[in-house]
DNA sequence: CTGAAAGCGCTTACAG
DNA sequence: CTGAAAGCGCTTACAG
C-alpha cells in the first residue's frame, strides 16, 4: 500500500470506511454516523475523525449513491455554455449546488432534439435528483404534459401552463420597454429579428407585435437561425431594401453580434442610419461605439431561482406548479439616442 | 408501479437488471454482457435489447461504477467558466470526454488555493479517471513535486519540468510577437500589465522581458490581481503620468478591458495616444473601433490535447511526462496601427 | 448511542 | 456463450 501525501491530500490507495473504523477503534457504522449526522457520542466522533485524517481517508461518493438512493446530483441541461447568458446562469446554479451539498452534471444540446433525449435518458441513469433544463420548443411540448421521474425546472424558456416549474425573464414586457423607448426618441418604422428555435425569441416576437400595435405602428419582423452568420445575412439583405428600417430591436446577443456587423458592411452609422437595441448586457455592448441598448437580465438571480423551485419542490412535491417571472433592466446606450431626422 | 411515457423516456421507475433479465428470459449476466461489449450470441443480444425497449430500464450509473471501480468521468478545475478561454476549453473537453463515453464534472475555484484543495479532495471521493486542471501558482508548485491518485493534465498553466502532463500556450513567444509586432511599427516605450496569480501572468511577462532586451528597449511592468476593475484602477493612473507609454501590451482579456476603459476615461485615443495589444480574441476585441490586436489562442485544440495527453496516459501509464506547448496565432488590427508622431 | 447484518444494482471471475 | 454467486463500499433498519 503505497502513500502519497501533500498538503492537500494523503492518499493512502484503497482506504474504505472498515479501515478507518479500525483505525478509529468502533464499528464501520459509527463511522458512518459521524461522517454524516447519525447520532454518535462526541468522544467517537473525535476517534473517527483523528482516523480519517490519519487514514486520508475519501468516502465513495459511488457506493454512498448506491447505498443512499440519493444521486445529490442536479442535472442541467442548456443549449451551449459558451452562451454568456448561460454560462453565467450555471455558475449560479453551481454555487447554489454546491452550497447545499449537491454537484452539477451539465450537457450542451447545441439546440438538437435528439440530444436533449440523449442527455435526458442520461439524466435517468445519473438517477439526478432534479432538473434545470432550457429547451426546445418541441421537446418543450413534450415535456409539458409528461412528468419524469425528477422534478424538472425550465429556465429561459417556458410555454404556457405545464406540468413543470419554470423560471424566465418577463419577455413581453422588456420587448415592450425596448419599442417604447424607441418610439420614445422619436423612431417610427422598427423592424424585429428574432431567432426561430426557441420560445423565447416567440415571446419576444409577440410582445414586440403587442408594442407596435399600442403604439399604432406597422409592425416589420423575420425570423433566422440563432447564429450570428444567419443574422448577418438577413440583416444585410433587409437593410439593403429601399425601405429600410430606421431602427432594429433584436431578440438576442447572437443575432445582435451579426446584425451590428451588417450594418458596419453597409456603412450605416449607429444611431444615425440605423438605431440599435437588444438583449444581455454583455461586455462588448457597452465597449463598443455607441454602447448598445440591451435589456440586462438578472442571471444570478434565473439560477437561485431555479435552485429554489427545486429545492422547494423536493420537500414539497404537491406543491403547484410554479412560474417565477423576472423583469429585465433596460440599459439605455447611445445606440438608441434620440433621432435626428 | 406506476408507469408514465413520452417520446423520450418510457419510464417504470425501480426498473431493475433482474427485470430486463426476467422479461428477456436470460440471467442478470447475460443482460449485462449484452449493454457492455461482453460475448453474447446474436440471439439473445435481441431478446435483452427488445425487455430494454419494453421495460424503459435505464442502468444505473452509480451501481454500475462502484461495481466496475472505474467512475467514467473527468474532473475539470479550473478558475472560473465565466472566462470565455475557460468557457471554450471545457466545452473542447465535455465534448472529447462525452464521445469518449465519460462525463465530466466542473469546479470553479475563484483561484482560491483552499477551493482548490477542497474540490480535488471531492475529486478524490468521486474517484475521477483523470484531472484536467488550470491552478493556481502555488498549487501548481505543489502539485508538480506531488503524484495523486488519477493523471493530472495542467492546461493553461505549467511550470518547469514537474510530474504531470501540460498543455499550454508558448506564452513567452507570443508575448514576443506582440512586441515585435509594436516595435515594428513604430513604438518604443512599451509598457506591460500582468495578472500577478497565475504562472501565465508570469510567463507573459517574462517574454516580455525577453523581447525588450532583444531590442534594446527599456521594460516598465506592472503587475494586478486578475479583474478589470485592479487593471483599470492601475492603469488610470499609469496613463496620467508625465511619460506614460506609448503602447501597451496585456497579459489577459479582463485586464484589457479595465485598460481600455482607463484610456477612455483618460480621454487618449487609440492608437494615436496609446497603442493596446492583449490575449485572447473575443469578440468585443473585434467589435471595438479600433479593433484591439490580440494573440488568439487555440482553445478547441487546447482541450482537445488535454483529453488526448489523459486517454495516452491512461493507456500507458509509463509515459514519459510531455507538455504540449501551442503556439498562438496573432490577430493585428486597428489598435496598433502605424505609430504617426 | 452503538454494532452486526442486510442490501443498494450492478459486473466479473469462476465454472460449465 | 451462459448462469450462479460473490462482492464493489457504503448506509440503514434492527436489535440492544
Same mark, same amino acid.
Given at each position: 500500500?503505497?502513500? @502519497?501525501?501533500?498538503?492537500?491530500?494523503?492518499?493512502?490507495?484503497?482506504?474504505?470506511?472498515?479501515?478507518?473504523?479500525?483505525?478509529?477503534?468502533?464499528?464501520?457504522?459509527?463511522?458512518?454516523?459521524?461522517?454524516?449526522?447519525?447520532?454518535?457520542?462526541?468522544? %467517537?466522533?473525535?476517534?473517527?475523525?483523528?482516523?480519517?485524517?490519519?487514514?486520508?481517508?475519501?468516502?465513495?461518493?459511488?457506493?454512498?449513491?448506491?447505498?443512499?438512493? &440519493?444521486?445529490?446530483?442536479?442535472?442541467? +441541461?442548456?443549449?451551449?455554455?459558451?452562451?454568456?447568458?448561460?454560462?453565467?446562469?450555471?455558475?449560479?446554479?453551481?454555487?447554489?449546488?454546491?452550497?447545499?451539498?449537491?454537484?452539477?452534471?451539465?450537457?450542451?444540446?447545441?439546440?438538437?432534439?435528439?440530444?436533449?433525449? %440523449?442527455?435526458?435518458?442520461?439524466?435517468?441513469?445519473?438517477?439526478?435528483?432534479? %432538473?434545470?433544463?432550457?429547451?426546445?420548443?418541441?421537446?418543450? &411540448?413534450?415535456?409539458?404534459? !409528461?412528468?419524469?421521474?425528477?422534478?424538472?425546472? @425550465?429556465?429561459? =424558456?417556458?410555454?404556457?401552463?405545464?406540468?413543470?416549474?419554470?423560471?424566465?425573464?418577463?419577455?413581453?414586457?422588456?420587448?415592450?420597454?425596448?419599442?417604447?423607448? %424607441?418610439?420614445?426618441?422619436?423612431?417610427? =418604422?422598427?423592424?424585429?429579428?428574432?431567432?426561430?428555435?426557441?420560445?423565447?425569441?416567440?415571446?419576444?416576437?409577440?410582445?414586440?407585435?403587442?408594442?407596435?400595435? =399600442?403604439?399604432?405602428? !406597422?409592425?416589420? @419582423?423575420?425570423?433566422?437561425?440563432?447564429?450570428?452568420?444567419?443574422?448577418?445575412?438577413?440583416?444585410?439583405?433587409?437593410?439593403?431594401? &429601399?425601405?429600410?428600417?430606421?431602427?432594429?430591436?433584436?431578440?438576442?446577443?447572437?443575432?445582435?453580434?451579426?446584425?451590428?456587423?451588417?450594418?458596419?458592411?453597409?456603412?450605416?452609422?449607429?444611431?444615425? &442610419?440605423?438605431?440599435?437595441?437588444?438583449?444581455?448586457?454583455?461586455?462588448?455592448?457597452?465597449? +463598443?461605439?455607441?454602447?448598445?441598448?440591451?435589456?440586462?437580465?438578472?442571471?444570478?438571480?434565473?439560477?437561485?431561482?431555479?435552485?429554489?423551485?427545486?429545492?422547494?419542490?423536493? !420537500?414539497?412535491?404537491?406543491?403547484?406548479?410554479?412560474?417565477?417571472?423576472?423583469?429585465? =433592466?433596460?440599459?439605455?446606450?447611445?445606440?438608441?439616442?434620440?433621432?435626428?431626422?
Amino acid at each position: 500500500m503505497e502513500t @502519497f501525501s501533500n498538503i492537500f491530500i494523503e492518499v493512502r490507495m484503497g482506504v474504505g470506511i472498515k479501515d478507518v473504523a479500525k483505525a478509529a477503534g468502533v464499528s464501520p457504522a459509527t463511522v458512518s454516523r459521524a461522517l454524516g449526522k447519525g447520532p454518535v457520542s462526541e468522544e %467517537l466522533r473525535a476517534q473517527v475523525e483523528a482516523a480519517v485524517r490519519a487514514t486520508g481517508y475519501r468516502p465513495n461518493l459511488a457506493a454512498r449513491r448506491l447505498r443512499s438512493q &440519493d444521486s445529490g446530483t442536479i442535472g442541467l +441541461v442548456v443549449a451551449d455554455i459558451r452562451n454568456p447568458f448561460f454560462t453565467a446562469v450555471s455558475r449560479a446554479v453551481e454555487d447554489s449546488a454546491y452550497r447545499a451539498g449537491m454537484r452539477v452534471i451539465l450537457c450542451n444540446t447545441g439546440e438538437d432534439p435528439e440530444r436533449e433525449a %440523449l442527455y435526458l435518458r442520461h439524466m435517468q441513469s445519473e438517477r439526478i435528483t432534479g %432538473l434545470i433544463f432550457a429547451p426546445t420548443r418541441s421537446t418543450l &411540448d413534450q415535456l409539458s404534459k !409528461k412528468a419524469l421521474d425528477f422534478p424538472v425546472v @425550465f429556465i429561459d =424558456r417556458c410555454g404556457p401552463g405545464g406540468l413543470h416549474d419554470a423560471v424566465v425573464l418577463d419577455n413581453r414586457e422588456a420587448m415592450g420597454e425596448l419599442v417604447a423607448h %424607441l418610439v420614445e426618441r422619436g423612431y417610427r =418604422r422598427i423592424g424585429g429579428l428574432f431567432g426561430n428555435s426557441s420560445s423565447t425569441g416567440a415571446q419576444r416576437r409577440d410582445g414586440y407585435l403587442e408594442a407596435m400595435a =399600442r403604439f399604432g405602428l !406597422k409592425p416589420e @419582423f423575420r425570423l433566422v437561425a440563432p447564429s450570428a452568420e444567419a443574422a448577418q445575412a438577413e440583416a444585410q439583405a433587409w437593410l439593403a431594401a &429601399d425601405e429600410r428600417p430606421e431602427a432594429l430591436v433584436v431578440s438576442n446577443s447572437l443575432l445582435l453580434i451579426g446584425v451590428l456587423r451588417a450594418a458596419r458592411a453597409r456603412g450605416l452609422a449607429i444611431p444615425g &442610419d440605423l438605431a440599435l437595441a437588444g438583449f444581455d448586457n454583455e461586455s462588448w455592448t457597452e465597449l +463598443v461605439e455607441p454602447g448598445i441598448t440591451v435589456i440586462e437580465q438578472p442571471v444570478e438571480e434565473i439560477g437561485r431561482a431555479a435552485m429554489n423551485l427545486l429545492f422547494e419542490r423536493l !420537500k414539497t412535491p404537491g406543491l403547484p406548479v410554479r412560474k417565477v417571472v423576472l423583469s429585465g =433592466r433596460c440599459v439605455l446606450r447611445g445606440s438608441t439616442a434620440t433621432r435626428t431626422p
